[in-house]
């Protein structure tokens, strides 16, 4: 009896910053490392070409899949947004679900995870009855903070059940807050309202996540099973982001990414062994990458070993991904 798919991950990545892209490719193997092959893998690309996009983000999986989302954003949302998505808001949201019928984790580029986070295996192993979404240093949900609560959440990490109808819950929201979305803020906000209103929040803790930034209150040291940088896409500076500070976000992102490259199981960015091909489950570019992503699964069933020291182990790697269908 064969095993059935239960979760996909997704990301979104547009014309972002060079770390930006660093970070997708470490956040994708990341994932790769605790998800393994019996997931589904997706990248969701805007205002950039996907040749370009691959290029800049380099070696990942082959099992990952790349799709233009240009043109891809519901209609119902497009008469709130401003001409040109500003901020880049919506995006991540083009389209809704990308796996409808699975567990869908929604990670941000700059979001890398290297260990299971306790709350995701909650989230996956309980009823379908509840959302998954990271907490946050401070609240932050533009013109949607009334109806969201007061305990911070961050839709840098996102989970919806199975056939879970997200365009349905974001336009009841709209329906009673008709305004138009102006930041990334507003997005976040119309998310969490939308999510919290019709599921239980399964919370991923900033102890195991941290909210990595120079800027106060966030912190600038990596999180249990990962970290997620703010600001770390932008390329050029905004009104509340200058060029120094854009600089300062740098260089925490360069103090930090050799602890990252070696959480996932990859070498320092400045190998030269790295291709830039695609690698995956066939035939590798180079034998130390293939050699790179069997560590990743070996790594991370250690890890999980360690941690169930004296209990009882699962039935086979991934087992908590899998689920057997009957005849």
Request: net charge positive; aromatic share 8%.
């Amino acid at each position: 009896m064969p095993d059935a798919i239960r979760l996909g991950i997704r990301w979104t990545i547009g014309d972002v910053s060079d770390r930006g892209f660093e970070a997708l490719r470490l956040s994708i193997w990341g994932a790769y490392g605790i998800f393994g092959p019996v997931a589904q893998y997706g990248v969701c690309v805007n205002s950039v070409g996907l040749t370009e996009a691959r290029d800049r983000t380099g070696p990942v999986p082959t099992l990952v899949e790349w799709h233009l989302s240009d043109g891809r954003t519901p209609e119902f949302l497009r008469s709130h947004l401003d001409d040109g998505f500003a901020e880049g808001v919506a995006w991540k949201l083009a389209p809704l679900r990308l796996f409808p019928s699975l567990h869908e984790i929604a990670l941000d580029n700059d979001c890398i995870i290297w260990a299971m986070p306790p709350s995701i295996r909650r989230w996956l192993d309980g009823d379908g009855g509840a959302c998954l979404l990271a907490a946050d240093a401070a609240p932050g949900f533009g013109q949607f903070a009334e109806v969201c609560g007061p305990a911070p959440r961050n839709t840098g990490i996102r989970g919806l059940p199975p056939m879970f109808d997200l365009g349905k819950a974001l336009q009841r929201v709209l329906a009673a807050h008709p305004v138009r979305l102006v930041s990334e803020l507003d997005e976040q906000g119309l998310q969490v309202a939308a999510m919290s209103a019709m599921l239980r929040p399964e919370i991923v803790t900033t102890d195991d996540v941290a909210i990595c930034s120079p800027s106060p209150p966030h912190v600038q040291h990596l999180g249990r099973c990962g970290a997620h940088f703010v600001g770390l896409n932008m390329k050029h500076p905004r009104p509340w982001y200058d060029q120094s500070r854009l600089n300062v976000i740098a260089e925490l992102w360069d103090a930090r990414k050799h602890a990252i490259y070696a959480a996932v199981g990859l070498p320092p960015a400045s190998d030269p062994g790295i291709s830039r091909g695609p690698i995956g489950p066939g035939p590798y570019r180079l034998v130390r990458l293939r050699d790179r992503c069997s560590a990743i699964c070996h790594s991370a069933r250690r890890r999980a070993d360690s941690r169930d020291a004296g209990k009882v182990p699962p039935p086979g790697r991934y087992s908590f991904l899998r689920r057997s269908r009957r005849r």
